[in-house]
């Protein structure tokens, strides 16, 4: 499985960026797909995901801010950002994982920078 995301960039507070992440398979039935984040000195950690079916899952840091999508006929998934903060600088890494109990499979990451 690859899996290639982009987007990421420079930007100031209170700014959007849109990420993707296009994957070499199909989508569809895919468990779960979504975002982890690591800023420098920090664990990754979950941003988004998306799950079949059409459940998402948001960290509170970034609730009401960023929106998670699938688009299945292009087997990407999105991560829409608004509103960005300092804090939300990090690589920003995809994932997908095509079963509940399955391994995760990662992205190259992308970097985001928000400046002040």
């Known amino acids: 499985v690859q899996l290639q995301a982009s987007g990421g960039g420079l930007v100031q507070a209170g700014g959007s960026l849109r990420l993707s992440c296009t994957t070499s398979g199909n989508i569809v039935n895919v468990y779960e797909m979504g975002w982890y984040r690591q800023a420098p000195g920090k664990q990754r950690e979950l941003v988004a995901a998306?799950?079949?079916?059409?459940?998402?899952n948001y960290a509170d840091s970034v609730k009401g801010r960023f929106t998670i999508s699938r688009d299945n006929a292009k087997n990407t998934v999105y991560l829409q950002m608004n509103g960005l903060k300092p804090e939300d600088t990090a690589v920003y890494y995809c994932?997908?994982?095509?079963?509940?109990?399955?391994?995760?499979?990662w992205g190259q990451g992308t970097q985001v920078t928000v400046s002040s």
């Open positions: 998306a799950y079949v079916g059409g459940v998402t």
């Open positions: 994932y997908i994982r095509r079963t509940e109990w399955g391994t995760n499979y």
